[in-house]
């Protein structure tokens, strides 16, 4: 199964923008770029997913890379409560999601 | 609309015990997973489930067993609890599309003495 890979941990000032990183060199043709992110003591909740092109909705936006082999979720202005674990995902053709470590993403006021 | 809901929430059990997670969604989504979450670590999938009546196993279903007999409850039974089983366990539930967007519960916080 394809994997991802992710810094382990990011920090970014409070209403500046962040830029999340993630690798996934082996990506084939048909797998979803799929980010969830959980904040403390919940349960993962949905981001964003993308196929081929960039991606915006009302929590963030999603870069692609023409080869599709990164992608880099974009958080426009980030607030305290945007700290989380920002998981990046490959979702090929069956139900299964891998969601690795993560990247931890600190807020500071 | 309650989503996804699980109960227990926390629950402590000697080894050697038995229980049963319960899982329920009133999304009328047609499929449901269970996950683990150890510390430090992300989602692991435990089993899954397509529809009512069908199961799969997931990337760690050693010591688990499931049940999907209706469409919004999802069942994760422990045998025989083992302390390697202790960690936190999500489930989670979609709806049949592109995205698959999982919608995730509170979680069960599970220790096994």
């Known amino acids: 199964d394809a994997k991802t890979t992710q810094p382990n941990s990011m920090e970014s000032n409070e209403e500046e923008p962040v830029h999340l990183p993630c690798n996934h060199s082996?990506?084939?043709?048909?797998?979803?770029i799929h980010w969830y992110r959980q904040l403390p003591s919940q349960g993962p909740e949905y981001v964003i997913h993308?196929?081929?092109s960039n991606v915006n909705n009302r929590m963030a936006s999603l870069a692609i890379a023409e080869d599709r082999k990164s992608s880099t979720l974009i958080l426009h202005r980030a607030t305290l409560r945007d700290a989380a674990v920002y998981y990046c995902?490959?979702?090929?053709?069956?139900?299964?999601?891998?969601f690795g470590t993560g990247t931890s993403l600190t807020v500071i006021p | 609309n309650a989503g996804v809901t699980q109960t227990p929430k926390f629950r402590v059990l000697k080894t050697g015990q038995s229980m049963t997670l319960l899982c329920a969604q009133d999304?009328?989504?047609?499929?449901m997973y269970w996950y683990r979450q150890d510390p430090g670590m992300g989602l692991r999938l435990i089993h899954y489930?397509?529809?009512?009546?069908?199961?799969a196993k997931g990337e760690v279903p050693d010591g688990y067993n499931v049940s999907r007999l209706k469409k919004q409850n999802f069942l994760l039974g422990l045998e025989s609890a083992a302390p390697s089983q202790t960690s936190v366990y999500f489930c989670?539930?979609?709806?049949?599309?592109?995205?698959?967007?999982?919608?995730f519960g509170p979680g069960t916080r599970l220790t096994v003495l």
């Open positions: 999304m009328n989504h047609e499929y």
């Open positions: 995902i490959l979702k090929s053709g069956g139900n299964q999601f891998y």
């Open positions: 082996t990506i084939s043709g048909t797998d979803y």
């Open positions: 989670a539930s979609s709806a049949v599309s592109s995205a698959n967007e999982q919608f």
């Open positions: 993308g196929l081929t």
């Open positions: 489930s397509v529809g009512e009546g069908t199961t």
